[in-house]
């Protein structure tokens, strides 16, 4: 099966500092990968679309500014919370469309970022 | 807007049948998926309703209506291990986007 892997799982970090988020598709390339943050018992929000090569697609709400988003490679997409808060800690996940045709997305272990 | 409406929890013991139903109120989703996420985890991927009806995966079951906009998923002989949060999803039509309701979460009971 597609496996994704997400670096690192846990960071903690100051508030004003960016934390940068690593999404790789090892086993298949993802020319699409979508970042989602997810609070304690709370479902998964769509944050943004990563297209490689391109512009990030942005949900309503979410500031492009705050959550860069970088898809240099057909397997590696990067989230950098840039000035972060504590108010953005979060568990925030990727995840990538495989090759199954059953519209199954694969999702990266998750990273939880903790902002002091 | 998109929306998907979930039970917030169920409880049931093992061995028992369980089902989750999700009502969407949007008509732009193309089908219905079913994650399931233990504390701290990743979603894993249960089911695909692509058309009306239902699936079966083993224990797991799903179903959808368009028509009624509603779509269940049916877990069989319940496990202790199936406690869990339960998402459904539908993926957005022309896009790749997936949008997940509200989720419930699964405590099964000895």
């Known amino acids: 099966g597609a496996v994704v892997s997400q670096h690192p799982s846990r960071v903690i970090c100051k508030s004003g500092t960016s934390v940068k988020i690593e999404c790789r598709s090892l086993?298949?390339?993802?020319?699409?990968m979508f970042w989602y943050r997810q609070f304690p018992k709370k479902s998964l929000m769509l944050m943004a679309t990563?297209?490689?090569?391109?512009?990030?697609?942005?949900e309503q709400g979410v500031e492009k500014d705050k959550f860069l988003i970088n898809h240099a490679s057909l397997t590696l997409s990067t989230l950098t919370v840039t000035s972060a808060h504590p108010e953005d800690s979060s568990f925030y996940i990727c995840?990538?469309?495989?090759?199954?045709?059953?519209?199954?997305?694969?999702f990266g272990e998750g990273s939880r970022l903790t902002v002091l | 807007g998109q929306s998907l409406e979930q039970p917030s929890e169920v409880t049931a013991v093992e061995g028992a049948i369980v089902q989750i139903n999700c009502t969407y109120q949007?008509?732009?989703?193309?089908?219905l998926s079913w994650y399931q996420q233990h504390d701290g985890g990743a979603p894993t991927f249960l089911s695909y309703?692509?058309?009306?009806g239902l699936e079966e995966t083993g224990r797991f079951s799903s179903f959808l209506s368009r028509s009624d906009s509603y779509g269940y998923l049916l877990l069989q002989e319940l496990q202790m291990k199936d406690s869990a949060s339960y998402f459904c999803?539908?993926?957005?039509?022309?896009?790749?986007?997936?949008?997940f309701g509200t989720g419930t979460r699964l405590q099964v009971f000895p």
């Open positions: 995840s990538a469309t495989g090759t199954s045709g059953t519209g199954e997305l694969f």
């Open positions: 086993d298949f390339q993802a020319t699409t």
């Open positions: 990563s297209n490689e090569g391109s512009k990030a697609t942005y």
């Open positions: 949007t008509s732009g989703f193309y089908g």
């Open positions: 309703n692509a058309l009306d």
């Open positions: 999803a539908g993926d957005v039509y022309n896009t790749d986007k997936l949008i």
